[in-house]
């Protein structure tokens, strides 16, 4: 067991008031560490220190390729400490050790070295046309100017701690921004061991902070201060809302990554094989608990009955147990708290629709301890139930029937959300078609979960604001300025001045 502290302005620290938390291993229950829990004052310190290396230091006043030297060392780090920040991510979060080492430690690396990339390669001028007072008069060049936007403040979700901390922290200190952190007070560790590669690196004092503690008061606190430039938050639309309106008093740019409740389509001409594995895994990674996940089935009536079947089959054989066993395919949820949201749903379900498999808390010698939900399968279900229309954030998967296309579209953006989709088909063409009707930001075709640091990553209606990876994401943490040159500097040459000066 450790204790972990707060970072602020190139220190480690106690909170100001001293108090700490502990942080709990969900397969086993057992306490891992301390941490420091924070408050409104350590916010203040964290901005305080935020601002001065905005404003003061050398960071946004470096070139491109100066920052990208150290944004690169810290994704080489990152790389580097593989097994470590694999084993501490399993242990605080849940997630088995296959999804730590092959995707969670190898994404959050992977994005700190585009952006890196993005420092040196993209542009921070770009020319406009040139600027006529009227037809047939010459032009005067013109051209924008895209600089840091300043201090941002950064709320990240428990579900992916390394790869949201990446997302947030990269592209912001990659175009010369200051940050202060706060990850999700329950899966905090592995944010606290990128603030120590991030000292490790030597990046100026003051560029990262991360704060951590609850989200009722660090988070407000860090959306509400007025010496935050711009909030960039991940988590419930719910929550989503209520940063909007922190921000709102201050007129703080937002970002806003929210919830989702993705419908993968499925066509009749499909290879029921590659659906009953690709909607399994569309719904079950890491168990549900994640954002995108295709937690709504559309299935054609016409192969409905021999997918929900084959999926049923399929989903029996995940083997739930040791998140640190390379053989676990399922660990457990991240909480009670997000066990018992699961179990409340599932009861609502056996109500509305019709239970195939799963339905119940796991149970057995390896399991007791843990928060462990069996992979659970509703059929029959009306779009209009609750099961398919709120986000469940656990291994359950709604299954609807359509006769068409045309009602698969209908049914799947009917709904609050337009977070991520996919269409699964034989026919790709005709895929295509589905997906270019599908009111979401990202849809995979016979894919699901795949997401780059180059491709765009945001919502449509409720589940977002603004888009984060790649350029638009880069660009996301800069200011635009537009400069016009007027080089002539003989006033009788300015046409413009003679709107108010008649002589």
Not at 106 to 128: H, M, Q, R, W
Not at 476 to 494: G, M, S
């Amino acid at each position: 067991m450790s204790d972990y502290q707060m970072y602020i302005d190139g220190a480690f620290t106690e909170a100001e008031s001293g108090d700490s938390y502990a942080t709990y291993n969900p397969a086993t229950g057992e306490k891992i560490a301390d941490i420091a829990k924070g408050g409104r004052e350590d916010v203040d310190r964290a901005v305080s220190a935020a601002r001065k290396a905005f404003d003061e230091g050398p960071w946004p006043k470096m070139s491109g390729a100066e920052r990208a030297a150290l944004v690169r060392q810290m994704g080489e780090k990152i790389q580097q400490k593989i097994n470590e920040l694999a084993e501490l991510e399993v242990k605080d979060g849940g997630g088995t050790i296959r999804k730590a080492m092959m995707a969670d430690v190898n994404t959050c690396a992977g994005v700190f070295l585009k952006y890196a990339e993005y420092a040196e390669s993209i542009p921070d001028t770009e020319d406009l046309p040139d600027f006529s007072v009227m037809p047939g008069l010459p032009g005067v060049p013109n051209y924008l100017k895209y600089e840091p936007i300043g201090v941002c403040g950064q709320i990240t979700p428990w579900n992916f701690p390394l790869v949201m901390a990446s997302w947030k922290i990269a592209p912001a200190i990659a175009a010369g921004n200051t940050i202060v952190l706060k990850p999700a007070s329950i899966t905090s560790l592995t944010a606290l061991e990128l603030a120590r590669i991030a000292d490790e690196v030597g990046f100026p004092p003051g560029v990262v902070n991360v704060v951590t503690g609850p989200g009722g008061t660090v988070g407000e606190a860090i959306a509400s201060h007025p010496g935050v430039d711009k909030v960039a938050f991940t988590g419930s639309t719910e929550v989503g809302a209520r940063i909007m309106q922190l921000a709102a008093p201050t007129v703080k740019k937002v970002t806003l990554e929210l919830g989702g409740k993705s419908a993968g389509i499925v066509t009749e001409d499909v290879n029921l094989e590659l659906a009953a594995k690709g909607i399994l895994w569309g719904t079950f990674f890491h168990n549900g608990q994640v954002c995108e996940s295709g937690t709504r089935a559309v299935v054609n009536e016409k192969i409905y009955d021999d997918l929900v079947s084959l999926m049923s089959e399929k989903a029996g054989t995940l083997k739930l147990g040791d998140p640190l066993d390379f053989a676990t395919d399922e660990g457990p949820l991240v909480s009670q708290a997000q066990l018992e949201t699961v179990e409340r749903y599932v009861e609502i379900g056996k109500k509305e629709a019709k239970l195939v498999c799963g339905g119940s808390r796991a149970s057995g010698d390896a399991l007791d301890q843990g928060y462990f939900f069996e992979p659970t399968i509703f059929a029959d279900v009306d779009n209009g139930d609750k099961i398919a229309q709120e986000e469940i954030f656990g291994p359950v998967l709604s299954v609807i029937k359509v006769k068409d296309d045309e009602e698969a579209v209908a049914v799947a953006n009917d709904s609050m959300y337009g977070l991520a989709g996919a269409v699964w088909s034989n026919d790709i063409e005709r895929a295509k078609g589905i997906a270019e009707r599908m009111r979401t930001g990202t849809i995979w075709i016979n894919e699901h979960h795949l997401l780059g640091p180059e491709h765009p990553f945001g919502g449509y209606k409720q589940s977002g604001v603004g888009y984060e990876m790649g350029v638009d994401g880069y660009r996301a943490y800069q200011a635009k300025k537009r400069i016009h040159v007027d080089a002539n500097t003989d006033p009788n040459a300015h046409f413009t001045f003679s709107l108010i000066f008649s002589q």
